[in-house]
């Protein structure tokens, strides 16, 4: 059975629910991790939904913004310690564009001890990856996907799992246009939905190049997804934050509409 495991929801600025990253767990129980989170509260993710250091092997990040890109600098420190201690068995892979690469490194070697350096390109690896180049990881092939971010570089993906259905990961910012083709026709849709249609004056999601839950739906109506999955959202409707998404989404969107809470599974 494959699912993705959900370790945050949240945008940048949310204080109730984490930043939004989960894992993508395959049929053998392996995971890949699709970003980080902003700091050490993805430790504490892990351990809600009982998955170790120990069992990470593989990390893709998004982009360098810091509710996306930080929680990396922990788990490099706990990956590190249990190399030392001899717990941690294999390899750490990490897949990103060259600017997050090139600002790990530096993160890695001004933050942190020489001694906690020294498995840097030996058992932990950066590894840069281009637009639609593909990768295989754990038994996925992923094609990685420029967003065509309207502010800082932005990188998605997009894979068939292990099923054989479909599934596009597209970072934080509005599906482009551009790649409408990209991802016509996806099983799974990941997007991000920052606020209601209904707060945009508040929030305003466009400004920040964001998107709502109406647009979202209007987007995977567009190229026919089947399962639109939004989160990167605001917290401020607690409870009522997956009956309302879920409920705007649908007025535009045929598809199942998944509004997951922190540390939910969505089975896929």
């Not at 030996?122 to 065509?148: A, T």
């Not at 970072?171 to 939905?193: F, I, K, M, S, T």
């Not at 920052?194 to 647009?215: G, I, V, Y």
Request: charged content about 30%; overall charge negative; glycine content about 6%.
């Amino acid at each position: 059975m494959e699912k993705m495991i959900v370790l945050g929801t949240g945008t940048a600025s949310v204080v109730e629910n984490f930043n939004t990253c989960f894992l993508l767990e395959n049929k053998q129980g392996e995971y890949l991790m699709v970003d980080t989170g902003g700091g050490n509260g993805i430790l504490k993710q892990l351990k809600e939904v009982k998955v170790e250091i120990n069992e990470i092997h593989h990390i893709f990040i998004s982009h360098k913004h810091i509710d996306h890109f930080y929680g990396m600098l922990w788990i490099y420190r706990f990956v590190d310690l249990s190399m030392r201690s001899g717990s941690y068995e294999g390899e750490l892979h990490i897949y990103c564009h060259d600017e997050v690469a090139e600002i790990l490194r530096n993160q890695i070697h001004t933050l942190l001890r020489k001694s906690q350096q020294q498995f840097i390109d030996k058992r932990i690896f950066i590894h840069v990856v281009n637009n639609h180049e593909r990768v295989r990881v754990l038994n996925y092939e992923l094609e990685f996907l420029d967003i065509i971010s309207k502010s800082d570089k932005q990188y998605g993906f997009k894979t068939t799992l292990n099923n054989g259905k479909t599934l596009a990961f597209l970072g934080d910012e509005p599906l482009d246009e551009a790649l409408y083709e990209e991802v016509r026709n996806v099983d799974y849709l990941l997007h991000e939905a920052f606020c209601l249609e209904t707060e945009a004056e508040k929030f305003k999601p466009r400004e920040k190049n964001h998107d709502t839950a109406k647009s979202a739906g209007m987007k995977a109506q567009k190229i026919g997804a089947k399962n639109l999955v939004l989160w990167h959202t605001q917290d401020n409707l607690k409870e009522k934050r997956k009956e309302e998404y879920t409920k705007e989404a649908q007025e535009n969107f045929e598809g199942k509409v998944y509004v997951p809470n922190d540390l939910e599974e969505i089975v896929l």
